[in-house]
């Protein structure tokens, strides 16, 4: 009785080496290789640069120019200094639909449900 035991697990283990040897030459998970220089495929642009970051702030400027899309842009602001001017310059909105904006302070005071907010419009 004890030498089947021993048979059917010496045969187990075997078959699941083979089983592993004849898995590994398939390929079933792919190779990465690291090489000193690649060409970028076509279509996709190989051209990287460094984007200008304020030292002292930690910040950049950015200006979007266009969006070709239909979806939310979600833009978020924190840190603003509320003594600085924020400039918000919308040339164009296709939409009738109404504008949500949500201003919790201006020049450092809170803003109270429904108060006016003056709005230099040019």
């Known amino acids: ?5 021993y048979t059917k697990t010496l045969l187990t283990i075997i078959a699941f080496c083979l089983t592993f040897n004849v898995a590994k030459d398939l390929n079933l998970v792919p190779s990465a290789y690291a090489s000193e220089k690649i ?9 990287y640069m460094l984007v200008p970051v304020n030292a002292e702030t930690s910040t ?5 120019v266009d969006i070709n899309t239909y ?7 924190k840190g603003v200094d509320t003594y600085d001017e924020l400039k918000v310059n919308l040339k ?3 939409t009738t639909d109404e504008l949500d904006v949500n201003i919790d302070e201006v020049g450092g005071n809170w803003v109270s449900h429904g108060g006016p907010i003056k709005v230099k419009i040019d």
Do not use: F, W
């Not at 009785?1 to 035991?5: G, Q």
């Not at 060409?39 to 051209?47: K, L, W, Y």
């Not at 979806?71 to 602001?77: C, G, I, Q």
């Open 1 to 5: 009785m004890k030498t089947d035991h």
């Open 39 to 47: 060409s970028a495929p076509p279509g996709i642009s190989s051209e």
């Open 60 to 64: 950049m400027d950015v200006r979007i």
């Open 71 to 77: 979806d939310e842009l979600n833009v978020n602001l």
């Open 92 to 94: 164009r909105i296709e």
